[in-house]
């Protein structure tokens, strides 16, 4: 494809703006129905359609969404964020996998408001690298760990060898953060409880439940457990199971054929309420950018009720401000070591702290969302630490390109 005569259509709108919209009260459903009629009037209209996927997605019709963004990327692969800046600011562009809003790093809530521009360009074995990629400063691999990313992480890893422009976040460093090779990667460190996560197939959960009284699994699983399907996001039939009776009939409840099982770490503090934290790690810096507080152990921002609880924005505001000489100190060590293990120049961390402690991390992931959609008026406070992860993401970049280009005036 040459990406020199892409078809001019009306701009991409943008995961970023279409959530924006739906948080404020947009309705999704009309801009939907927009876009059908864009892209009947205009088959060609490769950013009606992804968009359409985008939507299509978010009000939960996922299988009309993939199919409706394998259309588009029949026609485009390469795709430009609305509103970036055309000039002297860094020129990002992001190798993209296709596949649902999970799949990729939300690389558009980073860079809205710099002068960065991004790029996103979807490859995968079966849309391969066309000839001419468009003129960057740096490459982000923004497809994320899944067992659906594979294909696409290995086909990424054979194309970046030898890349001639700096490299982020390196495909095989990625697929290390599913969660059983991240929590053996993690377990070790000084300072981190991350609890070992097994996968098992749902005959070997079943055989062990039926043959006694205990679930163990190599001498460290113990009852109760927590248990996920393989590949589910935002709590979906995610449990806490305190027994074999519960574990079967957890079995029966869920289709899946594979499971995460780990040991439950209640991280309760002394007023009997959980803490969920999530840190995003830039070039190994940390940075806030929210903190959930509920008295249930499953804690989603969404449902902790945040909205409701003026107290508990306080509490959240106060743990934003004093972030930098808090939290990031008592974890400095553990922080610093977790980024060196997993050698990734952007991850995000959702964590806890235990009645010990330590940080339990519960999961490391390079595509959770960060952002700052939520009400102003509620949530004045979270404009700016947003604002700095976002100069701290730009800065990252901008610190690639000068290590980039000393390589290159090093090899010449």
Not at 266 to 276: A, G, Q, T, V
Not at 344 to 358: F, K, S
Not at 389 to 396: D, G, I, Y
Request: aromatic share 6%; charged share 25%.
């Amino acid at each position: 494809m040459n990406f020199e005569s892409t078809h001019a259509s009306v701009p991409l709108v943008g995961l970023a703006s279409i959530m924006r919209s739906a948080t404020s009260g947009g309705n999704l459903r009309e801009l939907g129905t927009l876009l059908v009629d864009r892209a009947a009037r205009d088959p060609r209209d490769a950013n009606a359609l992804m968009d359409l996927a985008t939507v299509l997605q978010l009000i939960g019709d996922r299988a009309t969404a993939l199919a409706v963004q394998s259309q588009a990327l029949l026609l485009q692969q390469r795709y430009v964020l609305p509103g970036c800046a055309k000039g002297d600011g860094v020129r990002l562009l992001a190798l993209m996998g296709p596949g649902d809003v999970a799949a990729n790093t939300p690389l558009e809530f980073l860079v809205e408001g710099t002068d960065v521009t991004l790029e996103m360009l979807y490859v995968s074995p079966h849309l391969p690298l066309p000839g001419r990629v468009p003129e960057h400063d740096v490459l982000f691999v923004a497809g994320c760990e899944s067992d659906e990313n594979r294909e696409f992480l290995r086909f990424v890893g054979e194309l970046v060898i030898g890349w001639p422009r700096p490299v982020l976040n390196a495909p095989e460093r990625i697929a290390r953060l599913a969660r059983d090779s991240a929590s053996a990667l993690l377990r070790a460190v000084r300072g981190i409880a991350m609890p070992t996560t097994f996968r098992v197939d749902r005959p070997t959960i079943t055989r062990i439940c039926e043959a006694g009284d205990q679930i163990d699994i190599q001498g460290e699983l113990a009852l109760p457990i927590i248990a996920r399907p393989v590949g589910s996001h935002a709590g979906k039939g995610l449990a806490k199971l305190d027994d074999p009776s519960a574990v079967l009939a957890y079995m029966q409840e869920q289709v899946a054929p594979e499971f995460y099982l780990s040991n439950f770490v209640d991280y309760s503090s002394r007023d009997r309420l959980f803490r969920k934290y999530r840190v995003a790690l830039i070039d190994g810096r940390p940075f806030l950018c929210h903190m959930a507080i509920s008295s249930h152990w499953m804690i989603h921002y969404i449902n902790a009720g945040m909205l409701e609880s003026r107290e508990r924005r306080a509490e959240e505001e106060e743990a934003m401000a004093s972030f930098e000489r808090g939290f990031a100190v008592r974890h400095a060590s553990a922080l610093a070591d977790l980024h060196r293990r997993l050698s990734l120049e952007y991850v995000v961390i959702d964590c806890a702290e235990t009645q010990g402690g330590d940080l339990l991390v519960f999961e490391v992931d390079s595509g959770a969302v960060v952002h700052a959609l939520d009400s102003v008026d509620l949530f004045p406070y979270k404009q700016q630490p947003m604002r700095r992860v976002r100069e701290a993401f730009r800065e990252m970049l901008l610190r690639a390109v000068r290590c980039g280009d000393r390589g290159a005036s090093g090899a010449s």
